[in-house]
């Protein structure tokens, strides 16, 4: 049996997105051999990412500055807003290279069934954005679940007496998809056949 070191370090890899117990142990077995390449490294990076990584106070990603890269760049279109449920969505669209505007990270998507409302997510900072003069339209990057769809639908009424167009991502995006797991032609099909919602 591991000592209760490496038994913790197992079930703190477990916690990760798609890693059981078994995959745990492995990795955790993989950093253990390879203490010099792989586990101190590795240390070292997390401890500095632990220290210099800040979630933007404008659009909600991650990033060493705040605010972030893209929302201080000044080569990015601020007319349009891009919305997201989280990070790694941001980063599938980013992916693409496409999409020039800005951001703003839900943080998750209203789902009155969980009792997440309106006042759970970031839902006013974007509206107080969008509601700016300088934007143009909205760009509805949600997934196309029930739950995302109703996201969509709120963020929509909420905007419908400004100047501001309201799109959603189209062709390309399956019913039931999340953006992390499409790959990047299919976002990119899916962001140039954006329409109205």
């Not at 951001?103 to 700016?132: E, Q």
């Not at 009424?157 to 062709?171: I, N, P, W, Y």
Request: proline share 6%.
């Amino acid at each position: 049996m591991a000592g209760v070191e490496i038994e913790a370090l197992i079930r703190q890899l477990s916690k990760l997105p798609g890693l059981g117990p078994r995959s745990a142990r492995r990795i955790a077995l993989a950093l253990i051999k390879r203490r010099e390449i792989l586990l101190d490294p590795l240390v070292q990076t997390l401890g500095a990412a632990a220290e210099a990584v800040k979630i933007c106070t404008r659009c909600g990603n991650y990033d060493s500055q705040d605010p972030c890269s893209i929302c201080d760049d000044p080569r990015r279109d601020p007319s349009l807003i891009c919305v997201v449920e989280d990070v790694a969505d941001l980063w599938a669209l980013e992916r693409t290279a496409l999409f020039q505007g800005r951001y703003h990270v839900t943080g998750g998507l209203l789902s009155p069934l969980d009792g997440i409302g309106p006042s759970d997510l970031k839902l006013d900072r974007l509206i107080a954005r969008a509601n700016a003069p300088a934007v143009r339209e909205v760009i509805m990057a949600l997934s196309a679940t029930v739950d995302g769809q109703t996201t969509a639908h709120y963020i929509a009424e909420r905007l419908q007496d400004t100047d501001t167009t309201v799109s959603g991502l189209a062709h390309g995006m399956p019913i039931g998809g999340e953006l992390d797991y499409l790959d990047d032609g299919t976002i990119s099909a899916a962001l140039k056949a954006r329409r109205p919602v």
